[in-house]
T-cell receptor, first 114, second 113 residues
Framework: DGGITQSPKYLFRKEGQNVTLSCEQNLNHDAMYWYRQDPGQGLRLIYYSQIVNDFQKGDIAEGYSVSREKKESFPLTVTSAQKNPTAFYLC?????????????FGQGTRLTVV | DAKTTQPTSMDCAEGRAANLPCNHSTISGNEYVYWYRQIHSQGPQYIIHGLKNNETNEMASLIITEDRKSSTLILPHATLRDTAVYYCIVRVAGSGTASKLTFGTGTRLQVTL
């Protein structure tokens, strides 16, 4: 089945450590996105990418880094520079061409930094 | 992408129609209206989208005003499983480039017995 997979579902890290969240899609989508969601809040865009080896900052990119070495994969690294990393992280992908370009979301990774 | 405004929360009795409004007064001519919903602790799910005509699918109906400055998502017979946060988004479709795909805070719909 085609879809978008995030792993792990829950992740715990010590303060000051970098951590990488995985996002893989087999939908052959060109665009991929990372969002952060805090309790009771909406989604805020961290980074997005429309093509391999290219990505753009979203609204809250500070303290995060991404790579897009393969079309299927868009990992997000939460660095020690991120002041409040504990949050729910969501990855999405979408086509770029045609009318059916809605985004498909993964089930999220809940990161807790202690 | 144009900004959207939605009520923070709404209640609906089970079996009744849920009408969720969205204002997008700065929408551009090439921007579509998209609706997603997010059930607690899950990823958002696409519901429906439209440009200027009303649209219907197996999940919902989308009514867009003639001036396109507002729209209403209609869940014709709400069930308890429709309790979720509903997001209205406007963005360009099929442009060949990735837009920022910005979400607001959405409307929290509570369906009750």
């Amino acid at each position: 089945d085609g879809g978008i997979t995030q792993s792990p579902k829950y992740l715990f890290r010590k303060e000051g450590q970098n951590v990488t969240l995985s996002c893989e899609q087999n939908l052959n989508h060109d665009a991929m996105y990372w969002y952060r969601q805090d309790p009771g809040q909406g989604l805020r865009l961290i980074y997005y990418s429309q093509i391999v080896n290219d990505f753009q900052k979203g609204d809250i990119a500070e303290g995060y880094s991404v790579s897009r070495e393969k079309k299927e994969s868009f990992p997000l690294t939460v660095t020690s520079a991120q002041k409040n990393p504990t949050a729910f992280y969501l990855c999405a992908s979408s086509r770029l061409q045609g009318l059916i370009t809605e985004a498909f979301f993964g089930q999220g990774t809940r990161l807790t930094v202690v | 992408d144009a900004k959207t405004t939605q009520p923070t929360s709404m209640d609906c009795a089970e079996g009744r129609a849920a009408n969720l409004p969205c204002n997008h007064s700065t929408i551009s001519g090439n921007e579509y209206v998209y609706w997603y919903r997010q059930i607690h602790s899950q990823g958002p799910q696409y519901i429906i989208h439209g440009l200027k005509n009303n649209e219907t699918n197996e999940m919902a109906s989308l009514i867009i005003t003639e001036d396109r400055k507002s729209s209403t998502l209609i869940l014709p017979h709400a069930t308890l499983r429709d309790t979720a946060v509903y997001y209205c988004i406007v963005r360009v479709a099929g442009s060949g480039t990735a837009s920022k795909l910005t979400f607001g805070t959405g409307t929290r719909l509570q369906v009750t017995l």
